[in-house]
């Protein structure tokens, strides 16, 4: 079977270095269970501490804490507890597809959770984490997303809807490339500028409820 870490409620496990938690060896991957609280303590520059195992944090007092540098989950997973990012961090999410099942995903300054090369699901979240999808990667909204955060859409990056009814609610866009479909965005104060081509389709909403502008 697979192997796994446990850490357990009222525990705290630190990261104070970049590194990798790998899974190499078989076709079973790795779980890492966090029933109690995973810090991202120290990170310089772009390098990330990476998590190749599934990542569940969804026991009763977990919670996700990434006060300096990036935490990378990449072997995919489930979150539906709290997550805070300190200004100048990144929560990423690539490799392998993860869910957001509720849970205050919050975020100082520009604190962001990313999403490039997986999807992404959001599901019940609120907050105030920045949200930035890039290169291939994917948020998909099932049900609501709400942040009082920037959504930065890039490259082709995409933001897509389980159906119509899924409402992205965003303090801000910065649409810079990528698609909108399905889902619905209702944005406060919106950019639209230069980059790669932007499509909005699939039933797709974009509601402007601030200032919006349209740039060269």
């Known amino acids: 079977g697979s ?3 446990r850490n357990e409620a009222g525990a705290t496990f630190t990261a104070s270095a970049d590194g990798k938690i790998a899974h190499d060896l078989d076709a079973n991957r790795a779980t890492f269970t966090n029933a109690g609280t995973f810090k991202k303590a120290t990170g310089a520059g772009g390098a990330s501490t990476e998590i190749e195992a599934i990542f569940d944090s969804t026991a009763a007092g977990a919670s996700v804490v990434v006060d300096a540098g990036n935490l990378k989950l990449s072997g995919g997973g489930t979150s539906s507890k709290p997550v805070s990012l300190a200004t100048g961090t990144k929560l990423q999410i690539a490799g392998n597809d993860f869910a957001f099942t509720g849970g205050a ?13 997986a999807t992404a699901t959001f599901g019940g979240t609120t907050g105030s984490a920045n949200l930035a999808v890039n290169g291939t990667g994917t948020a998909k909204i099932n049900g609501s997303h709400s942040t009082s955060g920037k959504l930065t859409l890039s490259g082709t990056g995409k933001l897509d809807g389980v159906s119509t009814a899924s409402t992205a609610t965003v303090g801000s866009l910065a649409w810079e490339g990528g698609d909108i479909t399905t889902a619905a965005v209702a944005s406060a104060g ?18 402007l409820s601030g200032p919006t502008q349209w740039t060269a």
């Open 105 to 117: 995903l919050n975020g100082i300054g520009t604190g962001a959770i990313e999403v490039s090369g």
């Open 190 to 207: 919106t950019t639209i500028g230069t980059g790669a081509a932007k499509k909005l389709y699939g039933g797709a909403q974009l509601n």
């Open 3 to 5: 192997a796994k870490i």
